[in-house]
C-alpha cells in the first residue's frame, strides 16, 4: 500500500508538471511580426481570419508570380507551420517567395498565441486555426477544394494531416513530419511515463491513412529534432498515391541546403496534379 500512495504521489506531481509546463515544452511562439526584405519581393496581403471558438488569427496572402500554365483556376498552397517563431520567421518568408515562383497562390497563418493572432495555443486550438484558414480560402474566396493544398512542416505535418484527414483538399505536402509527439517525447525521455500523462498527442500517424489526396513526404536526413525514421513511418502509413524524397541538410535548412531536389519534388509533385 505504501509502494501504491508513493506511485500515485509521483504520478500526480508528474500529471501537474505537465499540465502547468506543457506549452513552455512545446510552444515556442514569437510574437514580433516583421516584415518581408524588399530583396525577396513578396507582396503581402495582411489578412484576419476567425476560428469557430472566436479567436482572431493574422495570416499572410501572397499570390503567385504567374500561375501554371493552363490553370483555369490558380491553385492555393495553405502554410502550417512549425511550433517555433511565426510567419515571419525569415527562412519562411524565402520559401513562400520560392513557392509563389512555382505558381502556388500562398496562405501562411499563425497558430493562436503566435504573431499577432490571439488566444493561447493548444493542440485543438491549432486544428481551429487550420481549418479557419481552408474556410477563408472556401467561403471568402471561394476557391474550390481541389485547388487547395496543404503544407505542414514539423509539429504543422500533424496539424495539416489533421485538417486533410476531414476536409476535401487537392493534395498534401509534409516536410519533417513526426509520428506523433508522444512518441518523440518517449524518445528524448525514456524514463519518463509519457504515454501515461495527458500530454498533447498530435498523432498525424494516427490519421494519415484517411486522407486519400495525393501526398508528397520531405524529409532531411540529418534532421535531428524529427528523425526520418518519423517521416518513414507516416509515409508508410499513407495510402497512395504518395511519394517520400529524401533530403540533404537539417530539419530547418534543407529547403536550403537542398534547394532544387526540394522545390523540384514540389514541381513534379505539381505537375502531377490534375489541372
Given at each position: 500500500?505504501?509502494?501504491?500512495?508513493?506511485?500515485?504521489?509521483?504520478?500526480?506531481?508528474?500529471?501537474?508538471a505537465v499540465r502547468l509546463g506543457e506549452p513552455r515544452l512545446l510552444y515556442f511562439p514569437d510574437r514580433t511580426l516583421g516584415v518581408p526584405p524588399a530583396e525577396l519581393g513578396l507582396d503581402i496581403d495582411r489578412v484576419e481570419l476567425s476560428t469557430s471558438?472566436?479567436?482572431?488569427l493574422v495570416a499572410w496572402v501572397a499570390r503567385a508570380e504567374q500561375p501554371q500554365s493552363g490553370e483555369l483556376t490558380p491553385r492555393w498552397l495553405i502554410i502550417c507551420h512549425g511550433n517555433g517563431g511565426n510567419i515571419a520567421a525569415?527562412?519562411?518568408?524565402?520559401?513562400?517567395?520560392?513557392?509563389r515562383r512555382l505558381g502556388l497562390n500562398v496562405l501562411a497563418f499563425?497558430?493562436?498565441?503566435?504573431?499577432?493572432?490571439?488566444?493561447?495555443?493548444s493542440e485543438s486550438g491549432l486544428y481551429a486555426d487550420a481549418e479557419a484558414a481552408y474556410r477563408y480560402l472556401?467561403?471568402?474566396?471561394?476557391?474550390?477544394?481541389?485547388?487547395i493544398l496543404l503544407f505542414g512542416h514539423s509539429l504543422g505535418s500533424a496539424v495539416a494531416i489533421d485538417l486533410a484527414a476531414r476536409a476535401p483538399i487537392g493534395g498534401l505536402i509534409v516536410e519533417g513530419a513526426l509520428?506523433?509527439?508522444?512518441?518523440?517525447?518517449?524518445?528524448i525521455y525514456p524514463w519518463a511515463p509519457v504515454r501515461w500523462l495527458p500530454f498533447s498527442r498530435f498523432a498525424g500517424l494516427e490519421k494519415v491513412g484517411r486522407v486519400s489526396a495525393p501526398k508528397l513526404f520531405l524529409h532531411?536526413?540529418?534532421?535531428?529534432?524529427?528523425?526520418?525514421?518519423?517521416?518513414?513511418?507516416?509515409?508508410?502509413?499513407?495510402?497512395?498515391?504518395?511519394?517520400f524524397v529524401e533530403l540533404r541538410g537539417?530539419?530547418?535548412?534543407?529547403?536550403?541546403v537542398d534547394s532544387a531536389r526540394y522545390f523540384g519534388s514540389i514541381a513534379e509533385f505539381l505537375a502531377r496534379l490534375p489541372l
Amino acid at each position: 500500500m505504501k509502494v501504491l500512495a508513493i506511485l500515485a504521489v509521483v504520478y500526480a506531481a508528474a500529471y501537474a508538471a505537465v499540465r502547468l509546463g506543457e506549452p513552455r515544452l512545446l510552444y515556442f511562439p514569437d510574437r514580433t511580426l516583421g516584415v518581408p526584405p524588399a530583396e525577396l519581393g513578396l507582396d503581402i496581403d495582411r489578412v484576419e481570419l476567425s476560428t469557430s471558438d472566436g479567436v482572431t488569427l493574422v495570416a499572410w496572402v501572397a499570390r503567385a508570380e504567374q500561375p501554371q500554365s493552363g490553370e483555369l483556376t490558380p491553385r492555393w498552397l495553405i502554410i502550417c507551420h512549425g511550433n517555433g517563431g511565426n510567419i515571419a520567421a525569415p527562412g519562411r518568408m524565402r520559401q513562400y517567395a520560392a513557392l509563389r515562383r512555382l505558381g502556388l497562390n500562398v496562405l501562411a497563418f499563425d497558430y493562436r498565441g503566435y504573431g499577432e493572432s490571439s488566444g493561447a495555443p493548444s493542440e485543438s486550438g491549432l486544428y481551429a486555426d487550420a481549418e479557419a484558414a481552408y474556410r477563408y480560402l472556401r467561403e471568402r474566396l471561394a476557391v474550390p477544394p481541389d485547388r487547395i493544398l496543404l503544407f505542414g512542416h514539423s509539429l504543422g505535418s500533424a496539424v495539416a494531416i489533421d485538417l486533410a484527414a476531414r476536409a476535401p483538399i487537392g493534395g498534401l505536402i509534409v516536410e519533417g513530419a513526426l509520428t506523433s509527439v508522444v512518441d518523440r517525447a518517449q524518445e528524448i525521455y525514456p524514463w519518463a511515463p509519457v504515454r501515461w500523462l495527458p500530454f498533447s498527442r498530435f498523432a498525424g500517424l494516427e490519421k494519415v491513412g484517411r486522407v486519400s489526396a495525393p501526398k508528397l513526404f520531405l524529409h532531411a536526413t540529418a534532421d535531428a529534432i524529427i528523425p526520418i525514421a518519423h517521416g518513414r513511418r507516416v509515409y508508410e502509413a499513407a495510402i497512395g498515391p504518395k511519394t517520400f524524397v529524401e533530403l540533404r541538410g537539417g530539419h530547418n535548412d534543407a529547403f536550403a541546403v537542398d534547394s532544387a531536389r526540394y522545390f523540384g519534388s514540389i514541381a513534379e509533385f505539381l505537375a502531377r496534379l490534375p489541372l
